[in-house]
């Protein structure tokens, strides 16, 4: 069984900083893209951030210059940096992943997902 699963979410003032990491396990041939999408309350999933094998990263307008991601392909983990956090980041914060497994199924990923709440 291939997953993801998140951790460093939690609990932080508005200023401050936290580290989100996201390890791919299983029977896993490879990994393309990753990447992390939030989703506030009352409003759709958005786009954060991702990073492709060869480490092109993309963010949204919103956390350029805050966020950087970054991934060990040794350990198949992507890292979301958050600084500068605002309260309007807060939102559950989900990896995402699109992989080759053994057999030769490609695979979009979810994690479950892990929340962030910044405080004013």
């Known amino acids: 069984q291939v997953q993801l699963v998140e951790s460093g979410g939690g609990l932080v003032q508005a200023g401050g900083s936290l580290r989100l990491s996201c390890a791919a396990s299983?029977?896993?041939?490879?990994?393309?893209?990753m990447g992390w999408y939030r989703q506030a309350p009352g409003k759709q999933r958005e786009l954060v951030a991702t990073i492709t094998s060869g480490s092109r990263t993309n963010y949204a307008d919103s956390v350029k210059g805050r966020f950087t991601i970054s991934r060990d392909n040794a350990k198949n983990t992507v890292y979301l940096q958050m600084n500068s956090l605002k309260p309007e980041d807060t939102a559950v914060y989900y990896c995402?992943?699109?992989?080759?497994?053994?057999?030769?199924?490609?695979?979009?990923?979810w994690g479950q997902g892990t929340l962030v709440t910044v405080s004013s």
């Open positions: 995402n992943a699109g992989l080759l497994r053994r057999g030769g199924e490609y695979l979009n990923l």
């Open positions: 299983g029977s896993i041939v490879s990994i393309n893209f």
